[in-house]
Nanobody, 119 residues
């Protein structure tokens, strides 16, 4: 059974930094894409950043230049370095992993980790 386990959330002051980690277990393949999404209270879940198996990264405009996504080469571990945090970054952050099998995409989600940024 595939499991994604996040760690690294917490409370930080505006301008501070946090690093999130996500490790997958129960898999015998390398995910096509891994990434991070977030959901603030009363809002829809939104994309933060994704990274492919080959290392190509994609960022939401709101975090570009402040957040950096990285991935252990050939492994199912993904990180999100968050710098210059703002109160509007407060949300539950979810790890996501996608496996493509033919034309079918399989989506996996972690349980989420809370990030709170105080002003």
């Amino acid at each position: 059974q595939v499991q994604l386990v996040e760690s690294g959330g917490g409370l930080v002051q505006a301008g501070g930094s946090l690093r999130l980690s996500c490790a997958a277990s129960g898999v015998t393949f390398v995910f096509t894409t891994m990434g991070w999404y977030r959901q603030a209270p009363g809002k829809q879940r939104e994309l933060v950043a994704t990274i492919t198996r080959g290392g190509s990264a994609n960022y939401a405009p709101s975090v570009k230049g402040r957040f950096t996504i990285s991935r252990d080469s050939g492994k199912n571990t993904v990180y999100l370095q968050m710098n210059s945090l703002k109160p509007e970054d407060t949300a539950v952050y979810y790890c996501n992993a996608v496996q493509g099998v033919g034309v079918t995409l399989y989506d996996y989600w972690g349980q989420g980790t809370q990030v709170s940024v105080s002003s």
